[in-house]
């Protein structure tokens, strides 16, 4: 074995690592299998060649190239067949079932002179020589992988998908180039003392080999990992083999022969082989994998980590800066699916695509369910492509990113109502503590009213007493019924404090409408006695009974009148209360002012719980009006307008009387 030795033998091992890795995968892809099958014949070429240069018989030399061309000339359908089927051109599908007959007539002829009539001795060993029929051969193999370059180079152009595109362009600068530099070899048949240029196959291959690994082209990586390792021991076994051997060669020279001297480089190889073997294996892992494995441990750690935390935009962010340190990325984004979108699990985006033009080229659908998005990947900075692996842990990625994100929509929503159920009980507890004291004050008013009724009672009757006997001319009657009847107003207000405070110990029964009017009016009148407001009462209803409580129906009409007052506010205004009977008998009650008016959202909040305008309000007032409506079988309605005032319309059920 000599210098010369290498290069072929480097070749034929690392043609038969591919072999290997396609055959474990033929089961699954048809490509793989026919890939094995291309990489078998060009094993037993590189074979040939390494024994020739070995080998001091030019007989065995002769045999042995014939067997290795009676397998090799079915490369002529076999590039065609399988460049068919890994771009998907099934139009070849007769041509290459052609040449699979031709060379089943061609393979038997091989062994004889008129294919390989013999072999030359050069100073690196033996080399066959050609018959007529192997110029047969020679024409059918270039012509077969002149068209398979020329599918390959097609399909390239219009292939889109950045996989797929890259597996066409390494087969071509591979197997291609491979097969090209193989027909050089023919000089070296007819004659020329050059070193075949056929036993650097390994270079060609090689890429492959990188584009195997480094894009994973043919999904392999596993197996590549494994006929790595397998390579490199091989070939440092080998180095030393060839070392020892070498030395041999040097020691015994011509008197012992290669056999001997052989087992003598054997045996320290395979002592060194073993000791050295771990610390090589951890070396190429070292030196391979470590690359990979931290970036699986990042994705694997970030995919986690994201799940603990609870803000969408934090969760983008940290997804954003950790991938573009993972991958170093030229560009990164997250884009909400717009509306009927069909959605991917993954989308590798083509040239047409909008994504593509902003620098995206690959897309992992985020499944939230509140935000469904694209997580948008650009190129890697060192143009490597995204490999299967990397892919399904992306996608485990945007999985666990769609939860956390789904997740920190429900605790803020969470948040927000826990907030506002926080203010809802404080505000409510205000307004308890605010009822409570109205009531306090109610029952204070009760109690006064009550006092005060019999001094007034009293004071009232002493009066009409001396006003019957009085001279309705003179100015002291003037007085006293000038008195009188400011002491019967007061006796109205006390009447009408009584009833109010009586709410809830009255059962209901007919109450007049107009009565309950009037006393909101005696209430209210220090609240706009001093104002510019003009109180206009239209009574046209001629039944203004209704079934219910005279003191929250009088509460209602204080609520509505003291809106319309401070509505009004120090403008002149008018507040006008009418009422009126439907066609259906019912009571119709009209509270309509020329204040500031509402807005649309005002409107539309005006009668819930706690829901005010007023700086000091309490949001109670016309929730409490809209409730004792309800509750005495009526409805209420409001019309307003900004700037042109408001109209409350009012309608109960009438009582009819017998």
């Not at 992992?364 to 997580?375: A, D, M, R, T, W």
């Not at 006695?529 to 046209?540: A, D, F, G, L, T």
Request: charged share 25%; glycine share 6%.
């Amino acid at each position: 074995m000599s210098i010369y030795s290498i290069p072929p033998l480097v070749s034929s091992v690392l043609l038969f690592i591919f072999v290997t890795m396609g055959l474990f995968k033929g089961r699954e892809k048809k490509e793989n299998l026919l890939f094995s099958f291309v990489c078998l014949l060009g094993f037993f070429l590189n074979l040939d060649k390494t024994l020739l240069t070995i080998l001091q018989d030019g007989n065995l030399s002769l045999m042995i190239s014939r067997i290795d061309h009676f397998f090799l000339v079915f490369i002529i359908p076999l590039y065609l067949h399988f460049t068919s089927v890994i771009t998907g051109r099934r139009e070849y599908t007769l041509l290459y079932k052609t040449l699979y007959i031709v060379a089943l007539f061609l393979a038997p002829l091989t062994q004889s002179d008129y294919y390989l009539k013999g072999v030359n001795r050069y100073f690196f060993g033996f080399f066959a020589t050609p018959g007529p029929l192997f110029y047969i051969f020679g024409t059918l193999s270039a012509l077969s992988v002149l068209l398979s370059l020329s599918i390959l180079l097609t399909s390239l152009r219009s292939e889109k998908v950045g996989l797929k595109r890259a597996r066409i362009k390494y087969i071509i600068l591979s197997i291609g180039v491979a097969a090209f530099v193989n027909h050089f070899d023919v000089l070296v048949m007819e004659g020329w003392e050059i070193y075949p240029l056929g036993n650097f196959v390994f270079l060609p291959m090689a890429l492959l080999g990188y584009a195997i690994y480094k894009h994973d082209i043919m999904e392999w990586r596993i197996f590549l990992n494994r006929g790595l390792q397998f390579f490199v021991l091989l070939l440092f076994s080998g180095g030393i083999f060839t070392a020892f051997l070498t030395f041999a060669e040097n020691i015994f020279g011509q008197n012992v022969g290669f056999w001997v001297k052989a087992f003598f480089a054997f045996l320290p190889t395979i002592i060194i082989f073993f000791a050295f073997k771990e610390k090589i294996q951890e070396w190429i892992v070292t030196v391979t994998l470590k690359e990979q494995i931290r970036r699986r441990q990042i994705l694997k750690e970030l995919s986690f980590s994201i799940l603990r935390i609870r803000s969408v935009e934090e969760a983008k962010d940290i997804v954003f800066s950790r991938l573009g340190e993972i991958f170093s990325l030229s560009a990164c984004e997250i884009r909400p699916c717009e509306k009927d979108e069909p959605t991917e699990p993954i989308r590798f985006l083509k040239e047409n695509d909008p994504d593509w033009e902003r620098g995206f080229r690959i897309g992992i659908f985020v499944p939230s369910e509140h935000f469904p998005s694209y997580l948008l990947l650009g190129e890697k900075k060192d143009l490597s492509l995204y490999t299967e692996e990397e892919i399904e842990l992306l996608s485990i990625l945007a999985n666990n990113l769609a939860l956390a994100m789904d997740n920190a929509h429900i605790l803020r929503k969470l948040k927000e109502f826990t907030e506002s159920l926080e203010r809802m009980v404080e505000e409510r507890t205000k307004a308890l503590i605010r009822s409570e004291s109205l009531a306090a004050v109610g029952r204070l008013a009760s109690g006064v009213a009550h006092e005060l009724n019999n001094p007034l009672g009293s004071v009232m009757s002493t009066i009409e007493y001396h006003l019957d006997r009085l001279d309705k001319k003179s100015s002291l009657y003037e007085d006293l019924d000038f008195c009188l009847r400011e002491l019967r107003r007061a006796d109205g207000i006390v009447k009408s404090l009584l009833q109010t405070a009586r709410q809830r110990d009255e059962e209901k029964g007919p109450v007049d409408v107009h009565k309950a009017i009037d006393d909101a009016l005696r209430i209210l009148y220090t609240e706009y006695r001093k104002k510019q407001i003009e109180i206009v009462k239209s009574y046209s209803a001629k039944n203004p009974f209704i079934i219910g409580v005279h003191g929250r129906l009088c509460q209602v009409f204080i609520n509505l009148i003291k809106n319309g007052i401070e509505a009004i506010g120090i403008d002149k205004g008018k507040l006008e209360i009418k009422t009126d009977n439907a066609q259906d008998g019912s009571v119709m009650v009209t509270v309509e002012d020329t204040g500031s008016g509402m807005d649309e959202e005002t409107k539309a909040n005006l009668f819930k719980p706690f829901f005010t305008t007023k700086a000091q309000g309490v949001g109670l007032g016309l929730y409490i009006t809209y409730e004792i409506v309800r509750a005495l079988n009526g409805q209420i309605r409001v019309e307003s307008e900004k700037g042109k005032g408001t109209r409350f319309e009012l309608t109960f059920p009438a009582y009819q009387r017998l």
